[in-house]
């Protein structure tokens, strides 16, 4: 989608390697969210952020860490991947919060062998 | 936010309207309905949202009957390209509510 960019589109990696995904705006939005897609699962909230440094966990913080230093970026890392972390994820930004103002990148699959 | 209920997957044809209609018995005064779209291999996309009474879109309409417990998305006149899967919300507006939850939602499939 216009004004967010996620990077790498796709990645593999090996059990135990860290991986960080990237998420880019240039929307100037203060709200920013990572989500993990799964099949049967719909879209669950990793960790999210209000603001730059300010973050919080979603529900399925465990094992990933984010970073938001500048308005434009947030990262989420995986410290050490495991195979239950293969999943699609998304990137979403919104203005103001509100349930309406979403917009969601095009997902980064990634996969750990 | 309210926990909400819809069909799992929907089969239709072409040309014909599609009915969701999501379950959301305790919702509160000051909650919002709010729909999502999401397309094979891409992020969901906001399609509509309402309060009571009925909303009409470009892309769909939303009926919400007076005691608010559940509301139908409409989707009339379906193409292959409808095909997707539908997630409803219910959460309030206000400055405080910045965790969307998405659920399974409904798989749309659309046949020719």
């Known amino acids: 989608d216009a004004g967010i960019t996620q990077s790498p589109r796709h990645k593999v990696t090996e059990t135990g390697t860290p991986v960080t995904l990237r998420c880019h705006q240039t929307?100037?939005?203060?709200?920013m969210y990572w989500y993990r897609q799964d099949p049967g699962h719909g879209l669950r909230l990793i960790h999210y952020s209000y603001g730059v440094k300010d973050t919080d966990k979603g529900e399925v913080s465990d094992g990933y860490s984010v970073s938001r230093s500048k308005t434009e970026d947030f990262l989420l890392t995986l410290e050490s991947a495991t195979s239950s972390q293969t999943s699609v994820y998304f990137c979403?930004?919104?203005?103001?919060?509100?349930?309406?103002?979403?917009?969601f990148g095009s997902g980064t699959r990634l996969t750990v062998v | 936010l309210a926990k909400t209920t819809q069909p799992i997957s929907m089969d239709s044809y072409e040309g014909q309207e599609v009915n969701i209609t999501c379950s959301h018995n305790n919702i509160a005064t000051n909650d919002y309905i709010t729909w999502y779209q999401q397309f094979p291999s891409q992020g969901p996309r906001f399609i509509i949202q309402g309060y009571k009474t009925k909303v009409t879109n470009e892309v769909a309409s939303l009926f919400i009957p007076a005691d608010r417990k559940s509301s139908t998305l409409s989707l009339p006149r379906v193409s292959l390209s409808d095909t997707a899967v539908y997630y409803c919300?219910?959460?309030?507006?206000?400055?405080?509510?910045?965790?969307?939850?998405f659920g399974a939602g409904t798989t749309v499939t659309v046949r020719a």
């Open positions: 929307e100037n939005h203060r709200y």
């Open positions: 979403a930004i919104s203005e103001t919060g509100q349930p309406y103002g979403y917009t």
């Open positions: 919300l219910v959460g309030p507006q206000g400055a405080n509510d910045y965790k969307l939850s």
